[in-house]
């Protein structure tokens, strides 16, 4: 596989209903080893440009392509280049997770890496004999993903991926994605939650109203941190910290947030003498770039 070209690549793809511009002419191409962060509200294009891509809907213009296969015209060679997690699962529930992984690799034709298989279902911690039918919402999820990232196909695309996940599974899919990259699978990854995102893209493309409004990589638009508190009483910043430290918000129920342009051993040391409840230190950004394009949206 060559790194350098690229393994899914549109051409102005645009998809119209009458005078409406679901998704505006998109450019947009993704690399083999390479993490792509799928970012906008609801309503933004995001699940056209997905279902354009892996040739469920036809264009209106424009062209994409897939392993250099075009994902309308000949849609039956793009798939095999790729694994699909949609945002909404529809599974049977007559099955147990190891038909259903079996069920879905026989549509390439293969027959799923046991050894693997057993891996990743001791990570999911999940039981692949139980039928889905008893499974709750989070619990079929893993069974989707383990499906998707079983194969190891070229390119993986993941909607929304920790929908009904604990956050210990979220960690240890950021880790799988990680992995995935490492070992040059590229990845378009689509969530509203931005510390996923900024926890394993090397790149962000923004989409608003059917429009590409950014695509930068993510090293430009690190600085700065957010630290997030849960405390009994408001802080009092100390004057020597007051130069890098500022509350951004706070609220009765003891929520406070903090910005720093870097977190330096002094912060670290105030924020354990503080007796906060709960800590979370994050990039900020990721959060402040895309607050200059959805002012006021809450975006994960």
């Given amino acids: 596989m060559d790194m350098n070209v690229p393994i899914l690549k549109t051409g102005g793809i645009a998809k119209r209903y009458g005078t409406f511009d679901a998704l505006k002419p998109l450019e947009l191409s993704i690399r ?4 792509v962060g799928l970012l906008g509200p609801n309503g933004s294009g995001k699940t056209t440009a997905l279902r354009l891509i892996l040739g469920f809907l036809r264009p209106t213009s424009g062209r994409a392509t897939l392993g250099g296969h075009d994902c309308w015209q000949a ?4 798939r095999t280049f790729v694994s699909y997690l949609p945002a909404e699962l529809r599974l ?8 259903i992984v079996r069920w879905i690799a026989s549509f390439r034709g293969e027959t799923p890496d046991q050894e693997r298989m057993l891996r990743l279902a001791r990570l999911f911690e999940l039981d692949l004999d139980r039928p ?11 069974v989707a993903l383990l499906a998707v990232m079983l194969p190891k196909t070229p390119l993986l695309i993941l909607d929304e991926p ?5 956050p210990s599974m979220r960690d240890a899919l950021v880790e799988l994605v990680r992995m995935a990259k490492q070992s040059g699978q590229a990845v378009l990854f689509s969530s509203h939650i931005l510390e996923e995102v900024d926890a394993v893209a090397d790149r962000v493309v923004v989409l608003r109203k059917g ?3 950014m695509d930068r990589p993510l090293s430009a638009l690190r600085g ?3 630290i997030h508190l849960v405390i009994d009483n408001p802080p009092i910043i100390p004057v020597a910290l007051r130069d890098q430290l500022r509350i951004t918000e706070s609220d009765k129920w003891g929520v406070c947030d903090l910005s720093a342009p870097v977190l330096t051993p002094e912060i670290l040391a105030w924020l354990a003498l503080t007796g906060a409840r709960e800590l979370r230190v994050e990039s900020d950004g990721l959060r402040k770039a895309l607050g200059t394009i959805f002012p006021g949206a809450l975006l994960g």
């Fill in 32 to 35: 083999p080893g390479e993490v």
């Fill in 162 to 166: 920790t929908n009904a996940l604990d």
């Fill in 224 to 226: 700065g941190v957010r």
């Fill in 75 to 78: 849609g039956h060679l793009a």
């Fill in 132 to 142: 889905l039918g008893v499974l709750s919402s989070g619990m079929k999820r893993k």
């Fill in 211 to 213: 429009e590409l409004v």
């Fill in 92 to 99: 049977y529930d007559s099955m147990n997770g190891r038909q």
